[in-house]
């Protein structure tokens, strides 16, 4: 298992600082990487004018999507960024991010809601703000992962 940090409150929010200067760096590969993401969330099914399906469609997907989201937060919360960074297998990856995430509870559930926030957010803007909001996170999970979890005993990939 790998090392984890004890992460203070306003950990999420310089993520968020560190992941918003990436997207002033990057801005064109930014835009391609959102559009992308953009394009395969609009194909939601969803009949247009259909307010008693889009309701039906958040209860459902709020009441269960809960349980698995919880779950796929704790596991790719950082083990996606250290397999794209080391050279370490799925299974370490994942149990290092898991008890990073339950050993800082408290940052973690404020880093869980901001993501659910930015992506309503996004939703809300008709997927168009998803364009800067995913990338956005995607660098800031990569600062959080940088300073969660001490992966230098694992070789960096080339």
């Known amino acids: 298992m790998v090392p984890c940090a004890t992460l203070a409150m306003d950990a999420p929010r310089r993520w968020l600082r560190l992941g918003w200067q990436d997207v002033r760096r990057a801005p064109g590969l930014t835009l391609l990487f959102g559009a992308v993401i953009m394009l395969v969330s609009a194909f939601v099914p969803l009949a247009d004018g259909n307010l008693r399906a889009l309701l ?12 698995f989201a919880a779950i796929t937060f704790a596991v790719t919360a950082f083990s996606l960024p250290m397999i794209a960074d080391r050279d370490v297998d799925m299974v370490t990856a994942c149990v290092s991010s898991i008890r990073a995430v339950l050993c800082n509870k408290a940052v973690m559930l404020l880093w869980a809601t901001l993501i659910a926030l930015l992506t309503a957010v996004g939703f809300l803007t008709a997927f168009l703000g998803l364009a800067i909001i995913m990338p956005w996170l995607a660098y800031a999970t990569w600062h959080a992962y940088r300073e969660t979890l001490d992966a230098s005993g694992w070789p960096a990939l080339d």
Do not use: K, P, T
């Open 56 to 67: 039906e469609f958040l209860a459902i997907g709020s009441a269960v999507g809960s349980v």
